[in-house]
């Protein structure tokens, strides 16, 4: 905003500009402008990450080389005791667990024991608590907590290598 005396000065120079060129200056139009702080600049959302399957093989990764779960889950049971079998679920469990507690933390997402009765109110996330049974009507439903979900509290792992990450096992040759 420009003051009173020197608005004259810009009068002068409108009429001028007018007469000499036919139009008047945007310089000068915009000092008869009030002064309005421009409109935020608008900022383009950030792009959403971009999908890759580089953390879910991080994961399988650290499962199979602490627990050898995907070979446990790759193996046919069929030939195996139940016995042979039960030996090596401990062993995967353990390597398995291990893995989790290190790098992730998981809580229930119902905190009663399997078998109580619960309550779901009206709006709870459907991620959250599946409703299974005869759910007619609206919420709140009343029924017996068959399993307590798990929820993700902490998830830290390992920065990932520069490039993708696809295989989870490398293959293993014993040179005599």
């Not at 036919?22 to 002064?35: H, K, Q, S």
Request: proline fraction near 9%; include cysteine; glycine fraction near 8%.
């Amino acid at each position: 905003m420009i003051s009173h005396g020197i608005r004259w000065q810009y009068a002068f120079r409108a009429l001028f500009s007018l007469i000499v060129h036919g139009r008047i200056a945007d310089d000068i139009l915009d000092a008869f402008r009030p002064a309005v702080a421009p409109p935020p600049a608008r900022v383009a959302p950030a792009p959403p990450p971009v999908e890759t399957a580089d953390r879910a093989a991080q994961l399988l990764t650290l499962l199979q080389r602490d627990g050898r779960l995907v070979d446990f889950l790759m193996e046919d049971l069929g030939a195996y005791s139940n016995e042979q079998v039960g030996t090596a679920v401990r062993d995967v469990h353990r390597g398995c667990r291990q893995v989790l507690d290190k790098y992730a933390a998981l809580a229930p997402v119902f905190d009663a024991a399997e078998g109580s009765t619960v309550t779901v109110d009206a709006g709870t996330d459907a991620a959250r608590v599946k409703i299974v049974g005869n759910a007619a009507g609206s919420p709140p439903f009343r029924g017996v907590l068959q399993h307590r979900g798990w929820e993700l509290t902490r998830l830290e792992l390992p920065p990932l290598p520069a490039t993708g990450r696809t295989i989870v096992a490398p293959a293993e040759i014993e040179v005599p």
